[in-house]
């Protein structure tokens, strides 16, 4: 797997900047195409999701690359081991099931680095969305983490008030971390943030868990989790077989200006 030195140029000054891309998922709703092959690896546009979100990340200035494996995790290896994206890349195995999101991330802690905010992008989430933007914005923020953020219909969202995350939602079930401060907006996550090195010292929780247990967890003990809007930008969760039909279909144009 690929080295390089420093970050990606656009003419900025090398930073470190991890990227962790959760790839364990076993693709449920994919099924039957993701018995055979992991989620990770289906195919838009004529890459593997996982190659589209590895290039962004790097674009954005990502020097290292994190990756998480379960479900036929071995041919996500075998895939990195044969493919360059021009920086190291680590494999954080997970044993009996995935962890989720926050399972995941306290599982990869000793593969992070600690020096600055690192990235965190679901796999079969597409998008144009400002990577490096969002970066800055949790380096500038005072918050343990910076979250890409849209009005889109969904389930379940994230409650946040003037001060930040306040809340869980979905669909009548509210859990709040604290009383509101002022109006409350719903967003649905988009499955990209920045997060401070600092949360992986506050994770208590065990096994598989959700990352926003924790951060309501955080935020009731007074820990910013902020938002990031990025209503305006092209978004596509291919995780499901009608968005994949329409990734396939539709979505190259935009990622290759993206990319």
Same mark, same amino acid.
């Given at each position: ?13 090398? @930073? ?13 709703? =994919? ?18 999701? /996982? ?13 290292? /690359? ?53 990235? /965190?992008?679901?796999?079969? @989430? ?6 490096? #933007? ?6 500038? #923020? ?57 949360? =992986? ?42 968005? /994949? @039909? ?14």
């Amino acid at each position: 797997m690929g080295a390089t030195d420093g970050a990606r140029g656009r003419g900025t000054v090398a @930073v470190v900047m991890d990227g962790f891309i959760l790839a364990a998922g076993r693709g449920t709703r =994919l099924r039957p195409l993701t018995d055979r092959v992991p989620k990770a690896l289906v195919e838009v546009g004529g890459r593997p999701l /996982l190659a589209h979100v590895a290039t962004r990340l790097v674009a954005a200035g990502v020097d290292r /690359l994190v990756v998480n494996l379960h479900h036929l995790g071995e041919q996500i290896e075998a895939y990195l081991a044969t493919h360059e994206f021009g920086v190291p890349v680590f494999l954080s195995w997970e044993g009996e099931r995935p962890l989720e999101t926050g399972g995941a991330l306290r599982h990869a802690a000793g593969l992070l680095r600690r020096d600055a905010p690192f990235l /965190l992008h679901n796999v079969d @989430v597409l998008t144009d969305l400002p990577l490096r #933007e969002l970066w800055e914005a949790q380096r500038r #923020e005072d918050a343990l983490a910076t979250v890409a953020v849209m009005e889109r219909p969904t389930r379940r969202r994230l409650l946040f008030d003037d001060e930040g995350l306040v809340g869980w939602q979905r669909d009548a079930e509210v859990r709040w971390a604290r009383p509101p401060r002022g109006a409350v907006v719903a967003l649905a996550y988009a499955g990209v943030q920045a997060i401070d090195p600092a949360l =992986l010292d506050r994770l208590e929780e065990e096994g598989a868990f959700p990352l926003w247990v924790p951060y309501l967890r955080l935020a009731a003990a007074g820990a910013r989790i902020a938002p990031f809007r990025v209503d305006g930008c092209c978004w596509l969760d291919v995780g499901r077989p009608e968005t /994949l @039909v329409r990734a396939q279909a539709e979505a190259h144009a935009w990622i290759e200006e993206a990319w």
